[in-house]
């Protein structure tokens, strides 16, 4: 279901539109944005292709057109909407021009307006699903490398399966994850954005996001225990309803926080993602973590475990760790600590430095698993018809269990 978003920078107007559009049979997200038209669409996270727009200004550059361009670069039908007073001949002819879907006259005819919406309900967009999935990454243990997990495999959902992604760094103690896979500085972090949450809308949040890469971008952790204190379970939850409709993706990293904010997280995850390494301590702490897991009420199936900086004669065996902490395990990544070294101190992401390293092959593999490729998967069948063994870049590290 694609996200129909109305742009005014006339939030009196912008409501109208908002309560017209309500009326409507379409079967589509509804977001209000109260800016200029031309400031929203050069926002890097707010406008995304699978999104129709309404766009309500007194007039329209020829800027606006150009920005509608480069959002949709697709030929055919620009997914979009232009309402304006008194819309002249030479902006008609560019929106043609432009592949518009049509222009609007202001004050709107109720009628017009949404016969203009059921024939964008009948027509298909891009639009992937009407509410992002939601993963949750959390810490067994100190030095688990959590964090440096969370940040590389969002940004491989968004390099390799063009998703849009956001990360939320909720560790309390370091708020280190945007540094991991960019060197920009964050612009607000969770807890600045959590002050001013009674007053918060997309493009305030646009603001104090920061856009790591194309398709991704990171909340700052507070990165200090007293203001994290004062991030309460409403404020996520108030941000996680606006960012739903806007992202394909969104993942938390609660780190080894257990509180109201962290379990209001877990309990709007679709997988949490356990993660842990090869030693007794952590074999103590990964079956406390998942006892507590299981007494808020998450079924088996939602707790996929990591196994990360895996390596193949550790002192505990893969069997050993799934009998003592009660779970399966989902994936594995390799020790492999020059590369994630390497990427740690540059804050760029590891697929990007060293993407044939083992540890950006596992997350690869990792982002395969959880959104196959059609035509990796087509290719698969095809190779076992003729007989053919996979190849090895395919190829999931295997999983040995000893006894």
């Not at 996200?3 to 912008?14: C, H, Q, Y």
């Not at 902006?91 to 307006?113: C, K, N, Q, Y």
């Not at 849009?164 to 540094?179: I, K, P």
């Not at 954005?193 to 603001?207: F, G, K, S």
Request: glycine residues 6%; hydrophobic residues 40%.
């Amino acid at each position: 279901m694609a996200k129909l978003i109305l742009v005014s920078a006339d939030e009196t107007r912008a409501r109208q539109m908002s309560s017209m559009a309500g009326q409507a049979a379409t079967q589509r997200q509804l977001q209000l944005v109260c800016a200029d038209p031309e400031k929203a669409l050069g926002m890097a996270g707010l406008i995304h292709p699978s999104d129709f727009l309404i766009l309500q200004a007194d007039d329209f550059s020829p800027d606006v057109l150009e920005r509608l361009r480069q959002r949709f670069p697709e030929p055919g039908d620009v997914p979009c909407i232009l309402v304006t007073p008194s819309p002249s001949a030479e902006l008609l002819m560019r929106a043609m021009r432009t592949g518009i879907r049509s222009v609007l006259r202001w004050p709107l005819d109720p009628r017009e307006f949404n016969d203009e919406l059921e024939r964008l309900a009948a027509k298909p967009l891009n639009g992937g699903s009407s509410e992002a999935r939601t993963f949750t990454f959390a810490s067994c243990k100190g030095g688990s490398g959590t964090t440096f997990v969370a940040a590389n495999f969002g940004y491989a959902i968004a390099a390799r399966r063009n998703r849009r992604v956001l990360l939320v760094d909720l560790v309390q103690q370091f708020g280190d994850s945007a540094f991991l896979v960019t060197d920009k500085t964050p612009p607000a972090t969770l807890a600045d954005i959590c002050q001013q949450v009674d007053r918060l809308d997309l493009a305030l949040l646009d603001a104090c996001i920061t856009h790591a890469h194309p398709n991704f971008d990171v909340i700052a952790g507070a990165g200090d225990p007293v203001k994290a204190g004062d991030i309460k379970s409403a404020h996520l939850e108030n941000i996680l309803d606006l960012v739903r409709p806007a992202y394909d993706v969104i993942i938390f990293d609660v780190g080894q926080d257990i509180n109201p904010s962290s379990i209001m997280v877990l309990d709007h995850s679709d997988t949490i993602y356990p993660v842990l390494q090869l030693s007794l301590p952590y074999l103590r702490a990964g079956r406390s973590l998942m006892e507590i897991f299981r007494s808020l009420g998450y079924p088996n199936d939602r707790l996929q475990l990591v196994i990360n900086e895996f390596e193949k004669h550790s002192p505990v065996s893969l069997r050993t760790l799934e009998e003592t902490v009660g779970g399966k395990i989902a994936h594995i990544l390799p020790s492999d600590p020059k590369p994630a070294r390497d990427a740690s101190n540059q804050g760029v992401p590891v697929l990007q430095l060293a993407e044939r390293s083992p540890i950006a092959r596992a997350l690869a593999q990792m982002v395969d698993t959880v959104y196959p490729n059609p035509a990796k998967q087509d290719d698969g069948l095809l190779r076992k018809l003729l007989g053919h063994g996979k190849d090895r870049s395919g190829q999931a590290m295997p999983v040995e269990r000893h006894a």
